[in-house]
């Protein structure tokens, strides 16, 4: 399609309308020149396309399949079964004529408490980044288009569309953009959609720094930008910044704002013709993407919605092997959730699912389990009759599975919560079948971390998530041992909220949100301050074991242009088939600590694999500059500073089984510019300038000979501005340490 020409035929007015939708879910159609309209529907982990009745109104949702949430499935830490969803929710959108599905939704989840980490995938930016990118590609696989969202830094739903996230420019790069970076680079979304929120004090829908600078320029995006809804600012702000399209629409009002822009000379009308030309490529490029005749197999989605959210819960817990159950057994299954699970979020993501499947209705192709209610679902407050009857139930069975977790209301898009309990009386159940029943397993489904006070006195505790619809049946399958657990936590789960390193600037004052702990977010900082957590990023419990052995690299020493090759095996040791998630960090060697502030260690590679009892397989990771690299803002850029580095592999963030080391030299070393305010102690570093300054030293230190004297005065020196060495020392002149300061400059 020859997009050029196509809006050379347009007038102003035609075009400035294509910049916003049509409703919300249709970009504008022209009829005088026969353009269609793209279709746009919320996901990310289901279909949720609106219907209309005959008069036009909104009638609810056509049924589909929910799939485990973000939040669930980054768990899985598994790129090919995330495509698989991904390809799953193309075939759907196909099948109902939606053209593009929004999401993945990629922000990294900063405070436990933001009412969208059920949607987000996790705390790094590696995991989130390459998890996105393979949902990415799994649904565009279909002929059918992703939105990245929400770009960037919607890290809480607190004043959403006000606040100003206030982040410094290497924590913007490092923590919040870089995930978006990798899904962008690798998973080459049709459309991408900016968020509500500024960022430093510019809305994000007219943010050119993110939206071409970065996203255009630096990272190679060729896709269309569109406004979350309702997140435009100053739309003609919006046209020069790189935002493409408005959602849902401005009912005329902002395509009239362009208009008159342009005749006022504000905004170019060439401006005009590229971000309405991008609307009509995707329109284009949706409609050839078009397939006929899709249908699916609802059925068959629910099993594989079951197959991930199996692959995706998270084993934290198993004293006394009291995982799996043996169906012989006298099972008490007890909380309301086992028979009306919580499996999806609410907000824009809700999904209209064709069916539901709880644990209670699961088991029953297993084996006969007792059943009590236990609490009143969305009440803090025990019900003493349903409390006693669970006791009850729980101390006739030999071993007692308590599902609980946090109700609908406790967490949802548009608001946080505000501490991380579950209801009271799912606290006071689990305490008092304790106190009755000595093999006790808690199921919780939630969408973000919760305080477990009861989590010593438990022997199991499977962390579930908001697994999807076939959430219960995945549940039955762990719990019982027809799938081996194998989920890893994408986050990592302290031990109470003050812990968490945006407590005290989480939600923020009015409408500002200051990042302070910076780069420190997640394990980074629990890490770095050697700090004690519930369970850490990384970890989940198996029921085999592996054993790694053999860590090596193919050289000890590299350029940061060049990549290191990493492999090690690792064997089932165990009796069952299992899968293990392989974890490589890298760190600072220690004793090789570098100038940058770094975190102890950082994710920057992973894989799943499969093994059968007795098996080995060799896994390899390839290591390039970005696995080394900090952001230096003063540069800027991505830099490798030189020296080594320490490369380890293991089961957790907290969980390192065998290290190696390897030396990185950048490429292009920094050249500071020295001036005369320089400490001389950054001079120092600088060879030519060193020898000038030992050459003064005579004059410097006088009277001091030995070489500890020498030592102490020059680390006092250190501190001293080039220019301030004249105050101290009359015999040494401005022009000699101008010239200093001229020749390290090179
Ligand atoms: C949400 C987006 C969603 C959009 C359309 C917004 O409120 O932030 O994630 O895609 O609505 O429903």
């Known amino acids: 399609m020859d997009i050029k020409s196509i809006v050379s035929k347009l007038t102003l007015e035609e075009k400035a309308s294509l910049c916003s939708g049509a409703d919300s879910w249709h970009t504008k159609p022209i009829p005088r020149l026969s353009i269609p309209s793209a279709v746009l529907s919320d996901g990310p982990h289901g279909l949720r396309k609106e219907i209309t009745d005959s008069e036009g109104q909104r009638a609810g949702t056509v049924p589909a399949v929910c799939f485990p949430t973000g939040g669930a499935v980054a768990c899985s830490f598994d790129r090919s079964l995330i495509r698989r969803m991904g390809e799953a929710l193309g075939e759907e959108c196909q099948a109902e004529h939606v053209h593009v599905i929004l999401g993945p939704a990629a922000n990294i989840k900063r405070s436990p408490l933001c009412g969208r980490n059920f949607e987000y995938l996790s705390e790094d930016p590696y995991l989130a980044g390459e998890m996105a990118a393979s949902h990415i590609q799994g649904v565009e696989s279909q002929g059918v288009g992703t939105s990245l969202k929400h770009f960037a830094a919607n890290n809480q739903e607190t004043r959403r569309m006000t606040v100003s ?133 609802k059925e068959e989605h629910h099993a594989l919605a079951r197959k991930i959210a199996g692959e995706s819960m998270v084993l934290l817990k198993n004293e006394n092997a009291v995982l799996p159950l043996e169906a012989g057994k006298k099972i008490a299954f007890i909380g309301k959730f086992a028979e009306e699970p919580r499996y999806q979020g609410g907000g824009s993501s809700h999904i209209n699912s064709y069916k539901v499947t709880g644990a209670l209705e699961a088991v029953k192709d297993i084996c006969p389990v007792s059943y009590a209610q236990g609490y009143i679902l969305d009440e803090d407050r025990t019900d003493e009759n349903l409390l006693a009857e669970a006791v009850k139930t729980a101390q006739e069975a030999d071993v007692a599975v308590i599902f609980a977790g946090l109700p609908d209301s406790f967490e949802s898009e548009g608001y946080d919560r505000t501490h991380m309990r579950m209801p009271e009386c799912q606290n006071q159940l689990i305490e008092a079948i304790c106190k009755v029943q000595k093999h006790v397993v808690v199921v919780l489904q939630n969408g973000s971390p919760v305080e477990m006070p009861w989590a010593d006195k438990v022997e199991g505790i499977l962390e579930s998530y908001l697994g999807g619809q076939a959430v219960g049946g995945a549940q039955v399958d762990i719990l019982f041992g027809l799938v081996n657990p194998s989920g890893r936590l994408a986050e990592t789960l302290p031990l109470k909220l003050s812990d968490n390193p945006s407590y005290l600037n989480f939600p923020g004052e009015n409408d500002k949100v200051e990042y302070k702990e910076g780069i420190f977010v997640g394990y980074r900082y629990y890490d770095k301050k050697d700090m004690e957590v519930l369970y850490p990023f990384g970890y989940g419990l198996s029921y085999t074991t592996f054993e790694y052995s053999g860590l090596k690299a193919d050289t000890s020493e590299i350029t940061d242009t060049e990549t290191i090759r990493v492999s090690v095996t690792v064997k089932n040791t165990g009796n069952r088939a299992g899968k293990e998630v392989v974890q490589l960090y890298v760190g600072s060697l220690p004793g090789s600590e570098k100038a940058a502030i770094r975190p102890v260690r950082e994710l920057k590679g992973f894989e799943k694999i499969e093994l059968q009892p007795g098996e080995s397989k060799e896994v390899t990771f390839i290591l390039d500059k970005r696995s080394f690299a900090y952001y230096n803002s003063e540069l800027p850029g991505w830099y490798v500073e030189d020296g080594a580095y320490e490369i380890s592999v293991g089961k957790s963030s907290r969980e390192l089984v065998a290290s190696l080391s390897v030396t990185v030299h950048p490429s292009a070393p920094l050249r500071p510019r020295y001036t005369m305010e320089s400490a001389v102690g950054d001079l120092l570093k600088n060879e030519k300038a060193r020898s000038r300054f030992e050459a003064f030293y005579t004059k410097l230190f006088p009277g001091r000979e030995s070489k500890e004297e020498i030592l102490m005065a020059e680390a006092l020196l250190q501190q001293v501005p080039v220019h301030s060495i004249c105050s101290f020392h009359p015999n040494i002149t401005l022009e000699e340490l101008e010239k200093i300061v001229e020749e390290a400059n090179g």
């Open 165 to 297: 996230a206030e982040i410094d420019e290497r924590t913007l790069r490092e923590i919040y953009l870089s995930g978006f970076e990798t899904a962008v680079k690798k998973g080459k979304p049709t459309t991408l959609m900016c968020s509500y929120n500024k960022i430093n004090g510019v809305y994000s829908s007219e943010n050119k720094k993110l939206l071409t600078d970065i996203l255009r320029e630096e990272w190679g995006f060729e896709g269309l930008v569109m406004s979350d809804w309702g997140a435009v600012n100053r739309r003609p702000d919006g046209v020069l910044a790189g935002l493409d399209l408005e959602m849902p629409s401005s009912h005329g009002i902002n395509d009239a704002e362009i208009v008159k822009a342009v005749k006022e000379g504000r905004i170019r009308e060439e401006d005009v013709d590229i971000v309405a030309g991008r609307v009509l490529k995707l329109v284009y490029d949706s409609i050839a993407r078009e397939k006929e005749g899709i249908t699916y197999n």
